[in-house]
């Protein structure tokens, strides 16, 4: 059975229509809803689709052209992103405003249409205005028609958090030099499925079934596990992994692991599994952080719930212990860039996130179009893109290590569009003492994914080969950060990216319709004339 919310739909009808539909056309209305989903803060403001939240997941098989029909029924722009999809040869259809389009004005209409070329478990968000935030989220799985593992039945669990108040209220607290930093904890609701209690999931004896687990929050972590059964990890953020036994996932903003589990011989038993909500930068309270659900594995109806303990030797998933099923080898090393992740207070007042100490700003001209735009060789000059958009130029087809670091009081799950990552090393920042985390010598094939997590005072070294010419943000998944400036724009190839497939003229209009241009440099303007860009930011000494 594949389950999702409330629903089972019978696995093999399922595939049987996804074999069928080269062509996946959903029709999003985005538009305001009123709703209380936690059925304990009361009633707000939220954005769903067609009048309804959850927003229904999105199933296709890889090969499969999904086309997202999406009218804007907000009152400010809007845009969708499909995280994890690469977007390779349509960087224009990634859906980060300002960075690869301008977002679909308020009242307006736009299709997004794409490969899903690659199998493994996704979701779609909105990337503007932060509004994945309010609702605008839902997972999108994408089949594979030659499975490298078998299972029975394969069943979702997306963990949300829900806070009571807008995220543009929450930003504009983080952001008033005239409040306390940082904001008192808000304590969020958690969502499973879309709903305030834990969705059951039925087995049957001798079966074996996948999980997948996408944690689709603003800000919080959730873990995840079976008591009583033992997990194999099989993927992480779309990619395979050789089969890992773990007792338990832990999972950053963003990402997301499929699991297989082993049904019992007898079902003289049913079983709970547990997800627990969490956020290690806001004070411990009771009820509220961490906050426990509890879900059925059901094998009989009325079976008693068996008593179980947890192992000694607990393991909870890590990813650099895990092997991609690939066997690629580590990438050699063409460029080492390295990045220091910061908090500070500027002069304005103001409390920034920053990257290299440079805070990001979205440019007036959207970047991708910048690049596509310009004379050559000005587009390959970082300067060119603003300086808040913090451009890195790669060329095309070098292996890059990013060595970033993270010297801030609050660990990052940081995201990048168009690429995943080969995680090369984990190590601290000030405890020369403590041993460093380095890749499975074992298998030599490091494990790959695209949203990893940056430990407080540790540092990450993470490889890829610049193969996708685009425009590709790296930024925090927590959208709080995001939103205060914890974000660079790649410019990959930029040579090879003007020879690719133009940007539809439906995109261009919807610049048009907001009196955005289209062509120039960061400021709309020719050559290294950034006039009316604002100024950048000082951090306060």
Same mark, same amino acid.
């Given at each position: 059975m594949f389950l999702y919310g409330r629903v089972a739909i019978a696995v093999l009808l399922l595939l049987g229509v996804l074999a069928s539909a080269a062509r996946v056309v959903i029709s999003w209305d985005v538009g305001y809803v009123l709703v209380?989903?936690?059925?304990?803060? @009361?009633?707000?403001?939220?954005?769903? %689709?067609?009048?309804? $939240?959850?927003?229904?997941?999105?199933?296709?098989?890889? @090969?499969?052209?999904?086309?997202?029909? %999406?009218?804007?029924? $907000?009152?400010?722009?809007?845009?969708i992103h499909a995280h994890g999809i690469f977007q390779n040869g349509t960087n224009f259809m990634d859906g980060p405003a300002m960075v690869t389009q301008c977002g679909i004005p308020p009242g307006h209409n736009f299709t997004y249409e794409y490969a899903a070329d690659h199998a493994g478990t996704f979701w779609l968000h909105g990337h503007d205005h932060s509004q994945n935030s309010d609702g605008l989220r839902t997972p999108l799985v994408v089949h594979d028609s030659k499975k490298p593992y078998h299972y029975d039945g394969d069943y979702l669990l997306s963990l949300e958090d829900w806070f009571q108040f807008e995220i543009a209220d929450r930003l504009k607290n983080s952001l008033d030099p005239t409040q306390t930093f940082p904001p008192p904890p808000n304590y969020p609701y958690s969502l499973l499925n879309g709903y305030p209690t834990a969705p059951s999931f039925q087995f049957k004896p001798g079966k074996t079934y996948r999980i997948r687990v996408i944690n689709m929050s603003t800000t919080e972590w959730f873990q995840f596990n079976l008591p009583g059964h033992q997990m194999r990890v099989i993927e992480a953020d779309g990619e395979y992994s050789q089969p890992s036994a773990v007792d338990g996932l832990d999972l950053g903003p963003g990402q997301r692991y499929s699991v297989l589990v082993a049904a019992h011989p007898t079902d003289s038993h049913n079983y709970h599994y547990n997800a627990t909500q969490y956020a290690i930068f806001d004070p411990k309270l009771e009820g509220r952080n961490p906050r426990y659900y509890q879900g059925l594995i059901e094998y009989r109806k009325g079976a008693p719930i068996m008593a179980t303990t947890e192992p000694q030797n607990f393991k909870w998933v890590n990813d650099i212990e895990l092997c991609a099923l690939s066997g690629n080898p580590p990438l050699p090393v063409d460029r080492q860039i390295e990045l220091s992740l910061g908090l500070y207070q500027f002069t304005t007042g103001q409390t920034f996130n920053t990257i290299n100490n440079i805070t990001y700003a979205p440019p007036k001209v959207p970047s991708l179009y910048s690049t596509l735009t310009l004379d050559a060789p000005l587009y390959t000059n970082e300067a060119v893109y603003g300086p808040q958009t913090h451009a890195i130029v790669l060329k095309h087809l070098e292996h890059i290590e990013l060595v970033i670091k993270n010297p801030s009081v609050l660990l990052h799950p940081m995201h990048l569009h168009g690429h995943a990552f080969q995680i090369i090393e984990y190590g601290s920042i000030i405890n020369q003492s403590e041993p460093v985390l380095r890749y499975s010598t074992k298998c030599n094939a490091p494990m790959q994914r695209d949203t990893f997590v940056v430990p407080v005072n540790h540092y990450v070294k993470l490889r890829f080969r610049a193969d996708n010419p685009g425009v590709w943000l790296l930024h925090c998944h927590m959208d709080v950060h995001f939103g205060m400036g914890m974000a660079l724009t790649f410019i990959e190839a930029p040579d090879v990216l003007r020879r690719r497939p133009k940007v539809p003229e439906t995109m261009l209009e919807l610049c048009r319709a907001q009196g955005i241009r289209t062509e120039g440099n960061g400021a709309g303007n020719a050559g290294f004339d950034l006039a009316g860009l604002p100024t950048p930011p000082t951090i306060k000494p």
């Open positions: 209380n989903r936690d059925g304990s803060s @009361g009633s707000r403001r939220a954005i769903g %689709v067609n009048g309804a $939240l959850p927003i229904p997941p999105v199933f296709a098989t890889k @090969g499969d052209t999904l086309v997202l029909n %999406v009218h804007n029924s $907000l009152d400010v722009s809007t845009s």
